[in-house]
């Protein structure tokens, strides 16, 4: 079995922790029983990583989740968006939010490997929460559509997804194999997840936007 050198070694750690730096709405512990590292991100969060010991994870209702990795560089990562409704102008506004969260995690991994060819991505979320503690109409499946049509017009192959439907999901994603698990919650969290997402989507309501986003 080969090993890394030590000058391998030392660089993999200062990348690890340059990457780490870079985390948004991540917390991190050790679960002895899967023997490692859980990052569990938030709304609003993005984590990329290379180490083979760390999992991914986040919990999900109407919000979406994409899983990029590179196989051969053994490297990936997920955000967690919600897009916002304005008004009628709906998709003009999740299109911007949703372009910065998904630019953010694919540039993150650009930076590293500089092979957007290799990306190959996951999808999950987009469900149908039913609670009117979420004033918009579909959100759930504006945000499938959205990231969908977005990774194909950014030539990102989408391997897999499971989208859609009335049940909140939690996902473990494994960043440096893009091995991925899904499980539905049930309802006794329902209120709790909507309840989240639409603080953040007030949130963002209330935030001006820096800049422009051009989807691309």
């Given amino acids: 079995m080969m090993t890394d050198s030590p000058r391998t070694s030392t660089a993999r750690s200062v990348l690890r922790r340059r990457l780490e730096r870079q985390d ?15 990052v569990n991100i938030v709304v609003g969060g993005c984590v990329v990583t290379d180490d083979p010991n760390v999992v991914i994870t986040t919990t999900l209702g109407s919000c979406v989740a994409a899983c990029l990795y590179d196989p051969v560089a053994e490297i990936g990562g997920m955000n967690h ?4 409704d304005a008004g009628t102008d709906t998709l003009s506004l999740s299109s911007r939010y949703g372009a910065t969260a998904m630019e953010q995690l694919i540039n993150r991994l650009l930076a590293v490997t500089g092979r957007r060819d290799r990306l190959r991505a996951k999808l999950f979320g987009g469900a149908n929460v039913n609670l009117t503690t ?4 579909n959100i759930g499946q504006r945000n499938v559509e959205f990231v969908m049509e977005y990774l194909a017009t950014e030539g990102i192959p989408t391997v897999s997804w499971d989208v859609g439907g009335a049940s909140p999901r939690a996902v473990r994603f494994f960043p440096t194999s893009g091995r991925s698990q899904r499980r539905l919650i049930g309802d006794d969290t329902l209120h ?3 309840r989240n997402e639409s603080s ?13 986003v051009e989807l691309f």
């Fill in 81 to 84: 968006f919600l897009l916002p």
């Fill in 24 to 38: 948004v709405a991540a917390n991190r512990y050790h679960d002895r029983r899967l023997g490692a590292e859980i």
């Fill in 134 to 137: 979420l004033r918009t109409a």
């Fill in 192 to 194: 709790d997840i909507a």
């Fill in 200 to 212: 953040y989507m007030e949130h963002l309501g209330r935030t001006r936007i820096e800049g422009d």
